[in-house]
């Protein structure tokens, strides 16, 4: 391998190359037009667009794509190649800087929610010049976000845009107060974890249920899984560790700075970890990384699972989604301070996200709501559907000391008046991690644990800039027109305290007392993506959105239709795959083995009258038993899906999918499972838990 910093970034044009290649006049005008988000010159974008093409050529590129993020979920990209014919009929390599900047993809395959009738095929890519093009498979990719001919945002990456623009406007109004002239900007950045299964690809490939839905409908435990935990951080399989280090090396060229690699708890589970950065450039790092994942893997016989919960029994998968908030000048706003205008700005900020996340929660939940992490939250592995915030006792106490008023005792006897006298100074690892927190303070972010693994991050982000955005706006408000700023200061810290630490707890989230304790300070518990996606369209929440100009109403109401849309296909789709294994392979394999286990007895009672064949016997009549439970409850299956015809909304279909559809899935999985422990290994139709997560 070359060394890490030859590779790193040789594949993204990046400021290093722009300043490289552009005119210093070019390269001027165009780095002030991105810091004064303002619209780009037509002429600077040919010469950038040009610079581009050549570098791209260089690298091997012969086509350019505007690579967007559209709410499927995933990426999707168009491409063209750079050739122009000439009128001798050659062609010569050309690229404008309209092509750079806008582009036209056809718009009616992908999701709307209800923006434009599916026969409006038009639809528009912008250029995003604040997160790098790069070259992936021979082709320059062009980062854009993607809207509507009448301007609606078709995808995910422009309403995370207007957030972080919310958010640092509401920032700077706070840090303007503080006296931090020399700020011009506050950015929030995100580490987003990433949790993944590597599995045999050829006994994947045996499973319709990994195949068309990610995930196993059918599987009995196998009689060993994570228990001994020795999968955990142990040492990492020389193919695993070679796809590994091919991942890391493509993720490096990307300019991905994927620096953390090991094994998960589960078995075949593993981790990969980024170094922070910008929120948006993150996600489009994120998303990168999951396509990478799944691509690398097939070279190495593998097949990367990113669902939430691909197997029952063990662990899933999440995304730690780590949050903070940054100025230009590289200081992190949730840091704690030496000074005492340090530590008051950090308490004010740290008292606007508790409030943020108290009066949000709903919001919250809502930005991890999915069918694959319904299975996850809340599965003794995960953070529960509960939103509560972890501190850390430390914390706590000061918050608490703050609130009473008393004195807080750290060593040394301290009066806790805020922005007079000194906090004292909290280490980053002042209190024990709390693994069982969906959003946790770490030190100088908030670990958001919610987020599921196949989620693009730019929705849980999208709520935290806004959710956090409002309330920085509200403290400004009541500061900026404050004739004594200290003491409207302490008030609003220690009134934000009392009126919020409802959300704080630092205890077990796992417990069930935990959630009856939730239950008595009014917290939500929203189990599943149906009973939590109504609060999307409340009228709270699209004041919310629409105030800090996020999102429109009509980009609210179509962000849940599709997200509700989502829900139902899914279950659908894994009910009809569920019927298929049952009439095609499981009842097919159970008479097979029936059938043998009769013919020994026939045979055995031939041999001799004194042969009872209880064995046979017993095997023979639990089956039978268990097979007719199994094809009653396929047929219930077959009627509720003819059932979903009838629903006359959304709301009330995704409901029916609940309530109705799944609970009779989960019966019919219980039955063939314990059907599975019955039948001859050699019988079974394809590959069981324990021979797909210990193959490797």
């Known amino acids: 391998m070359s060394n890490i910093s030859d590779i790193f970034g040789s594949m993204v044009f990046n400021d290093q190359v722009m300043k490289e290649r552009l005119p210093k006049d070019t390269y001027k005008a165009f780095k002030k037009c991105i810091e004064n988000d303002q619209l780009l010159d037509r002429s600077i974008a040919d010469v950038v667009a ?8 260089e690298k091997g590129a012969t086509h350019f794509t505007h690579w ?51 026969f409006e095929a038009r639809g528009y890519t912008a250029w995003d010049p604040t997160s790098y093009a790069f070259i992936k498979d021979g082709t320059l990719c062009i980062p854009t976000a993607f809207c509507s001919y009448s301007g609606e945002a078709l995808d995910k990456k ?83 560790s070679a796809y590994m280090k091919e991942l890391d090396e493509t993720l490096w060229k990307l300019g991905i700075s994927a620096t953390t690699k090991h094994n998960e708890v589960a078995p075949s589970q593993h981790e990969l970890a980024p170094i922070f950065n910008t929120t948006n450039i993150a996600t489009d790092h994120n998303q990168l990384t999951m396509e990478m994942m799944k691509k690398i893997a097939g070279k190495y016989g593998l097949t990367c699972l990113l669902h939430e919960k691909p197997f029952a029994g063990i662990n899933g998968s999440g995304k730690h989604n780590n949050w903070s908030i940054s100025t230009n000048t590289g200081v992190n706003l949730l840091e704690p301070g030496d000074s005492p205008q340090e530590n008051a700005q950090f308490l004010l900020l740290l008292t606007a996200v508790i409030k943020a996340v108290d009066e949000y929660q709903d919001l919250l939940r809502v930005s ?15 953070p529960p559907a509960i939103v509560s915030v972890f501190l850390g006792e430390e914390l706590t106490n000061v918050l608490e000391a703050i609130e009473s008023g008393n004195i807080y005792d ?30 946790a303070f770490t030190g100088n972010k908030f670990e958001f644990r919610m987020v599921g693994s196949t989620f693009s991050v730019s929705g849980p982000n999208i709520v935290l800039n806004t959710i956090v955005a409002e309330e920085l706006a509200q403290f400004a408000d009541i500061l900026e027109t404050s004739s004594n700023f200290t003491k409207s200061l302490n008030e609003l810290i220690k009134n934000t305290i009392t009126n919020h630490k409802r959300i704080i707890f630092n205890g077990n989230n796992y417990s069930n007392e935990w959630v009856k304790e939730a239950e008595k300070r009014g917290l939500l518990n929203l189990n599943s993506t149906v009973e939590a996606l109504p609060y999307f369209i409340s009228d709270k929440n699209i004041k919310l959105f629409t105030k ?50 009769s013919d020994t007895a026939i045979a055995k009672k031939t041999l001799s009258a004194d042969f009872n064949c209880e064995l046979e016997k017993s095997i023979v009549s639990k089956l039978s038993s268990l097979s007719e439970s199994l094809f009653r409850k396929s047929k219930n299956l077959e009627e509720d899906l003819l059932g979903v015809k009838n ?22 999985r219980a039955v063939a499972d314990e059907i599975e422990l019955l039948v001859g290994e050699k019988y079974w139709p394809y590959p069981t838990y324990g021979q797909i997560l210990f193959s490797n």
């Open 50 to 57: 040009n610079s581009m093409k050549d570098w791209a050529i």
């Open 68 to 118: 967007f993020q559209p709410m499927t979920g995933i990426t999707a990209e168009k491409h063209d190649s750079f050739i122009s014919p000439t009128p001798d009929g050659n062609v010569i390599m050309e690229f404008s800087g309209k092509k750079l900047i806008k582009g036209e993809p056809d718009a009616s395959s992908f999701p709307s929610g209800g923006l434009r009738a599916t």
């Open 158 to 240: 422009t309403p995370l845009l207007r957030s972080m623009e919310a958010i640092n406007c509401q920032a700077m109004r706070i840090l303007k107060l503080f006296g931090h002239t020399e700020v011009s900007r506050v950015n929030t950045t995100v580490g987003p974890e990433q949790e993944y299964f590597l599995i045999n690809k050829d006994l994947a490939d045996k499973r319709k249920d990994l195949v068309y839905c990610g995930r196993t409908l059918f599987g009995a435990k196998p009689p060993k899984g994570q228990e001994m935990d020795d999968h955990y951080f142990g040492a990492i399989k020389p193919w695993i």
């Open 368 to 382: 991890v709501a999915s069918a694959g992490n319904d299975h996850r939250l809340g599965a003794n592995e995960a």
């Open 410 to 439: 750290h060593k040394a006897k301290i009066e806790m008046e805020i922005g007079v006298h000194v906090m004292p100074r909290l280490p980053k690892d002042t209190t024990d991690r709390n693994r069982t927190s969906p959003f």
């Open 548 to 597: 800090h100009k996020v999102f429109t109403e009509s980009e609210i109401r179509s962000r849940y239709e599709i997200l509700m849309e989502n829900y139902c296909k899914t279950i659908n789709i894994e009910a009809l795959i569920m019927l298929e294994m049952v009439k095609k392979e499981i009842i097919p394999a159970v008479c097979s083995y029936i059938k043998d286990l």
């Open 647 to 668: 629903q006359n909304s959304l709301l009330v279909q995704g409901q029916y999918y609940r309530y109705t559809v799944f609970p009779i899935m989960q019966e019919l």
